[in-house]
Structure formats: structure tokens, C-alpha cells
């Protein structure tokens, strides 16, 4: 055996089966890297589907009733099923007069954000009129008014009457229930004060002012919220998308080649211009003017202050859906006024008066309606007005501001 | 001083080695082999269908699965089989949660091994 060991044999098969090693070492290498990163891969794809579904859990996970019971601006964590694999993190924070909630689902370094607008359905209770037992007289339905769905009346009650000579033309006052109604509004969430408080101190923040507002600009929910700052009156006649905050300590005025999609508008005055169509939540201190032909989408807003005496105006052909909310006591007449062949879908809810003209489908609540004309000022009269509780979307979701309507929390529209 | 040279002469193969040197040269290039072989198994394995592509397969069915349970609300149990697959799909009430389910679906072949769990929480309150 040792004599075929010791054989001597050609030197020339060696370089030769050295480089059939070497190749086939490179083959294994690359197999073997091929197979490490296919299932490092598919590893990551697996974590990225379960984290997306963990965010899509806990979203269902918060709107059982448990979105009511976080503080505003918070935010907290949890382990969804309990396995220690499974973290998401869930914020809420107001996003003007709605709430906001952010939800991170993370696995190692795979995360999965989303943020949505909340709104609730609110308590079944068809409402469509509440006015406050603080008036002295009945409310006075003249013309072609209609009031369909339950109504929260004073204690004088409602009666037909005549306007201009104009007589009630319908046949029923109310098409729903009727109750008496309190000397006050009904009860308001806790939050709505501070998430006011939390707009209006964007007047008195010490930022630096933007010299004009950029022609285009987009920000998403995940970054910080930008504001665009100016002491000056602003003519906005930009396209502007997402977390921004557009705030004058004048005026701001709205062109309709401006294009606005879910940003916040806070001025003293607030004035949008003929033929605007956008969604933007509006707070002002003093007056908000809609001009004829203005659309504002859902999930739109219209707020005034509450320390001010402030005024919100509606012209004609304005098709308006969401809520349009005034705090405080305003002492003008009307607070509110609603021109006629406009059409509101949604909530109006003043601690003033309404001079209502138009077409409201979904709510109002108010201390009195007015007409303020030539001949005077006519108290707790409604003249071709329509308030129809039934005709607004079963899909409709409310921003909360009545603390009945927390509710039944569903996502209004998905934020990027 | 003589200057030391040395140059690689390719007439040095033509010369004669002992068995064992090429015996042990043979053992490494077996060696070599059988690290490949393994390799070229994991891959042919990964890429074959029977890991990963029967894997994602699994996946796809339970998600479109839960997907469709979600959408249609269906808050009861079911079983189906789908290309060789058992999809078994369990509702579950959530502890100390009211009105919250977990929807379980558990894939597994016809061997009964399981592939694949799927959680998700849903609201039921206002059915």
C-alpha cells in the first residue's frame, strides 16, 4: 500500500484538479449566497405582510370604543396578541376640529405607519333641530319650510305663520318626533375647547414668516406639521396638500385657482372667493365669508371664536359638507346667515342665531333663528328653509364636537 | 552582490509527485463537492416550489381568505381546502374587549403541518 502511496505520479494533475477546486468553490459560494439572501428576503416580505395586517388591527382594535378614553396628544404601545412580536404604537392628536390617529406597527426594522381622520356616527336620534328653550317666542315656520327629522323645540312650542305675506305652504310643522328643548345647547365633548385653543395659539406663535406662500407644496401626517406664517394679509392661490397650516394675523383670502386639499386656514377674517372647490378646515376670530359658488368638501370645517363677536356668511349656490361650528356667545344678527339656493350637508351648531335661507341636510343646533330685514327683526322665524336629517349619507361621520356623538368611532379618509 | 532571481518554470509539472499529495488533492475536491451538493439541494429546495414559492402560496390563500371573511363579516367558524391547502379560519372573543374578535386562520397541508398562522382583530359591536 505504501509502495502506491509513494508512487510517484505527473506533477501536471495537480494545477489542474486546483482549478476544478476553486471553481467549484465559487459555485458554492454563490449557491450558498443566493439561498442566504432569497430567504433573507423572503423573511423580510413575510414581516412587512404581518406588520401592515398588525396596523390594520390595531386600528379596529382602538375604534372599539377605546379611541374616547386616550387623552388628546398622547400616545401609548402595546403587544397586540400578546406573543412579544406583534408592537404597535397609537397616537391621537387633533387634526383642526377632527381627531387624528397615527398608528405604527413595527417588527425589527420593518414598520408600517398609517394616519386616518376619525369621526363618529353618533347617537341614533335623527336630530335635525334644536333650539334652545331661550327665546321668548314659538318658532314661525313660513313659506316652503321643511323640517324632517326630530326636532328640540322651546316651550312656546312651533306654530305656521307669514313672512312678506307668505304663508307656510307644507302640511305637517315637524316630520318627526318633537321634545322640549334645554335653555342651553346640548353638552360638548371635553376635547373640542382645547383643540380650538390649540389652533387659535397658531396666531400667537413666534415662527418666522414665510414672504409667500410656495406655489405648490405637500406634507405628510408622518413629519411635523408645517406653518406657513405671515403678519400680512395672504392671497392663497396655491396648490397645497396635507399637514400645513396656513396662518395670516390679518386676513386670508381664497382664490379659486388655488387648489387645497385638507389644510388648516387660521386668520382673523377668512374670505374664500367665487367658485373655490377644495377641503380645508377654517378658523377664524372674526368673520368667514363662503362667496357664491364655493364648494368645500368633505371633511370640511368652518369655526369661529369663541371671545370674539364673530360671523359666519354662506352665499348663494355654496355647496357646503361638514360642520360649520361657532363657540361662545355671539351677540350679531344672525351670526350665521345662509343664503338661499345653498346647500349645507352636515352639522351647523351655533351659541348664536341663524338666518337661514337655504337647503341644511343633516343638523342644526342653535339658540334662536332670525330674519333680519328692512321691516325689522323678526325672532325665531324660518322662511323657505329645508333642514332634513334624513337626507344626509348614512356614511356620514361627525368630528365630535357634541359630547352625544362619540359614538360608534369609524375613519372619515386615510392621510398620507 | 549577486542578484536573487526566481521565475516560475511551467516545466516544473512536468515533473513527478507521490499518490498522497494527489490523494489529499482529491479529498479536498470531494470535500468541495459535498459543500456544493448541499447548497445546490437548498436552492433546487427554495426555488422547486416545496419551501418558499409553497410558502408565499399559503400566504396569498390566507390573506385573500381573511380579506374575504372581513368584508363579508362572517363572524363563524369555516374550513375550506384550497390547492392542497386546509385553510381553517377560528373566531375567537377577545378577553377583557368586548365587541373586539380575533380572526385565527391557520394554513396547513395535507399532512396536517401547519405552514402558517394569521391574526386580526375586528369589530363586531355594530352588527
Partial sequence: ?416 | MKRSTHTFNINSFNGRISCSTLLETIVSLLLANIVFFFAFTIILNSMSGNFMIREYKAHLKAYSFLTQEMLERNFEDKAIELNNLNLQKKVISVENEPGLLQFEIKVTDRTGKEILVLKNYIRHEKD
Avoid at chain 1, 486546483?18 to 450558498?32: D, N, Q
Avoid at chain 1, 408600517?112 to 327665546?135: D, P
Avoid at chain 1, 406653518?227 to 395672504?234: M, T, W
Avoid at chain 1, 359630547?403 to 375613519?411: G, R
Fill in chain 1, 1 to 416: 500500500m505504501s509502495k502506491i502511496i509513494d508512487k510517484k505520479i505527473s506533477a501536471g494533475i495537480l494545477p489542474l484538479t486546483l482549478s476544478i477546486s476553486l471553481i467549484l468553490a465559487l459555485f458554492c459560494m454563490a449557491a450558498i449566497l443566493l439561498a442566504y439572501y432569497s430567504n433573507l428576503l423572503w423573511i423580510q416580505a413575510k414581516n412587512s405582510y404581518r406588520v401592515e395586517l398588525n396596523a390594520q388591527s390595531a386600528l379596529e382594535y382602538v375604534l372599539n370604543n377605546k379611541i374616547s378614553s386616550i387623552p388628546l396628544n398622547s400616545s401609548f404601545s402595546t403587544d397586540l396578541f400578546h406573543q412579544g412580536r406583534d408592537s404597535v404604537t397609537i397616537s391621537k392628536r387633533a387634526w383642526g376640529i377632527y381627531n387624528l390617529l397615527s398608528i405604527e406597527a413595527y417588527s425589527n426594522k420593518i414598520r408600517h405607519n398609517t394616519n386616518q381622520l376619525i369621526g363618529y356616527a353618533g347617537v341614533q336620534n335623527n336630530l335635525a333641530l334644536y333650539v334652545c328653550n331661550s327665546s321668548p317666542t314659538a318658532l314661525t315656520l313660513a313659506g316652503a319650510t321643511e323640517i324632517n327629522g326630530n326636532a328640540w323645540l322651546p316651550s312656546k312650542g312651533i306654530k305656521a305663520g307669514t313672512y312678506n305675506r307668505i304663508g307656510y305652504s307644507g302640511s305637517s310643522l315637524v316630520a318627526g318626533e318633537t321634545y322640549r328643548s334645554e335653555s342651553k345647547l346640548p353638552t360638548l365633548d371635553d376635547n373640542i375647547n382645547p383643540k380650538l385653543q390649540q389652533v387659535y395659539d397658531l396666531l400667537g406663535t413666534k415662527i418666522e414668516q414665510v414672504k409667500e406662500v410656495p406655489k405648490a407644496m405637500e406634507n405628510s401626517f408622518h413629519n411635523q406639521m408645517k406653518i406657513l406664517y405671515s403678519q400680512e394679509s395672504i392671497l392663497l392661490q396655491s396648490q397645497l396638500k396635507g399637514n400645513i397650516a396656513v396662518v395670516s394675523a390679518s386676513e386670508i383670502e381664497i382664490d379659486p385657482s388655488s387648489n387645497l386639499d385638507n389644510i388648516i386656514l387660521v386668520a382673523p377674517a377668512i374670505k374664500f372667493k367665487p367658485g373655490f372647490k377644495g377641503c380645508v378646515q377654517a378658523f377664524a376670530d372674526k368673520f368667514i365669508n363662503l362667496a357664491s359658488g364655493v364648494k368645500l368638501l368633505y371633511p370640511s370645517a368652518l369655526i369661529t371664536n369663541s371671545t370674539k363677536d364673530s360671523q359666519i356668511n354662506i352665499s348663494e349656490n355654496v355647496v357646503f359638507q361638514g360642520v360649520i361650528y361657532q363657540s361662545g356667545d355671539t351677540k350679531l344678527n344672525p351670526s350665521i346667515f345662509i343664503s338661499s339656493g345653498s346647500r349645507i350637508e352636515g352639522q351647523v351648531i351655533t351659541h348664536g342665531s341663524i338666518e337661514h335661507h337655504g337647503i341644511v341636510y343633516g343638523q342644526i343646533l342653535c339658540n334662536s333663528f332670525e330674519i333680519n330685514d328692512n321691516s325689522g327683526l323678526h325672532i325665531n322665524y324660518l322662511f323657505n328653509a329645508v333642514v332634513d336629517r334624513f337626507s344626509l349619507p348614512e356614511t356620514y361621520l361627525f368630528p365630535g364636537i357634541l359630547a352625544s356623538d362619540i359614538q360608534y368611532p369609524e375613519i372619515i379618509t386615510r392621510l398620507q
